[in-house]
């Protein structure tokens, strides 16, 4: 898996700490940013209302913020399925080659029509 997180995931890791209230220290360390980051999406995510900071500088996150966690949640399952048919549709595209076209390795065929038509 890529080392490097994508802006979506920070967020969604951000505001799944904030589900309780948490100081901005908390966030920084279970989210694993350096304070710059930290404060450039802190930033963002009280601007953009999916996180509120009450008087004692605790964080917490909106009903906004669950609403966005319950809507990525949902987009990760879809890409997760897509990916899936992609796999799959790629599986059967080998086995169609190799049914037209001889192949070299034979058990390549056998692996694929196993993996096809369990």
């Known amino acids: 898996m890529n080392k490097n997180r994508r802006r979506l995931d920070i967020v969604r890791e951000m505001l799944s700490i904030a589900s309780v209230r948490v100081r901005k220290t908390r966030i920084m360390y279970q989210a694993n940013l350096n304070y710059n980051t930290l404060e450039k999406y802190l930033t963002g995510?009280?601007?953009s209302g999916l996180v509120k900071c009450d008087g004692d500088s605790c964080y917490s996150i909106t009903s906004k913020g669950e609403l966005f966690l319950q809507m990525y949640d949902d987009y990760l399952e879809r890409c997760r399925h897509i990916r899936e048919e992609i796999d799959e549709?790629?599986?059967e595209r080998?086995?169609?080659?190799?049914?037209?076209f001889k192949d070299k390795n034979s058990n390549n065929l056998k692996m694929i029509k196993k993996d096809v038509f369990v």
């Open 45 to 47: 995510l009280l601007e």
């Open 89 to 91: 549709t790629a599986r």
């Open 94 to 100: 080998l086995l169609l080659e190799s049914i037209c």
